[in-house]
C-alpha cells in the first residue's frame, strides 16, 4: 500500500471492509502513479477486494466503490474456488492423467511416480510444498528436453531454461 492510505488506515486503526454476502471483506487500497480512474479485483483466494486509484483519489471514494459494486463482487466471490490441501487419497492430474496421492511415512519424503499413484513420505504438514517443488522440477525435465529437441531439430544452440513465479515479480 501506498503512504497516504496507510496513514489512514492508522490514523482510524482498522481496515475499510465491505459487506458481500454476509462476510465483511478487507479493502486493500493501493494508489498508483499512472491510474486514471478506480478499478476493482477480488484476489484470487478471495480473501481482499484490490482498489487501484489514481494519487489524487480519496480513500473514502474507493470504498464507497467497493460498496457499490455488491452483486460484482457477490458474483466474482463465488466463482473462486477454494483451495484443496493435497492429501493421502487426493486425485492429482500428472502429465495428462489422474494419479492417486498415496502418503505413507515409510514412503521416501520426495514424490515417486509409481503405476497410476504418486508416493510421498515425510510429515503431512509439509507434504504441499514438497509436490509443488517435485512437479516444479518435472515440468523443469519436461521442457528441458522438448527445448533441447526443437533447438536441434532447427540447428541452434538451446538457451538456458529456469522456472519463475511470475506473481512474485509483477504482483
Not at 480513500?59 to 466471490?77: D, K
Not at 487419497?89 to 511416480?113: A, K, Q, Y
Not at 515440468?139 to 529437441?149: F, Q
Request: charged letters at 25%; hydrophobic letters at 40%; aromatic letters at 6%.
Amino acid at each position: 500500500m501506498g503512504q497516504p492510505v496507510t496513514d489512514w488506515l492508522n490514523r482510524f486503526n482498522t481496515v475499510p471492509r465491505v459487506s458481500v454476502g454476509g462476510a465483511d471483506i478487507p479493502i486493500a487500497i493501493k494508489r498508483h502513479p499512472t491510474a486514471r480512474r478506480l478499478t476493482m479485483r477480488v484476489a484470487p483466494d478471495g480473501s481482499e477486494i484490490r482498489v487501484t486509484m489514481p494519487r489524487w483519489g480519496q480513500s473514502r471514494e474507493a470504498i464507497a466503490f467497493a460498496a457499490s459494486r455488491r452483486e460484482w463482487l457477490e458474483q466474482q466471490l463465488a466463482a473462486v474456488q477454494p483451495r484443496r490441501e493435497p492429501g493421502h487419497g487426493t486425485m492429482l492430474p500428472f502429465r495428462g492423467e489422474s494419479h492417486f496421492l498415496e502418503w505413507d511415512l515409510r514412503h521416501p519424503r520426495t514424490p515417486v511416480l509409481a503405476k497410476g499413484s504418486i508416493q510421498v513420505g515425510g510429515p503431512q504438514a509439509n507434504m504441499a510444498g514438497r509436490l509443488e517443488r517435485w512437479l516444479r522440477e518435472q515440468g523443469l525435465a519436461l521442457m528441458s528436453s522438448d527445448l533441447a529437441h526443437y533447438c536441434r531439430v532447427a540447428d541452434v544452440e538451446a538457451p538456458a531454461i529456469t522456472l519463475s513465479r511470475a506473481q512474485r515479480r509483477w504482483g
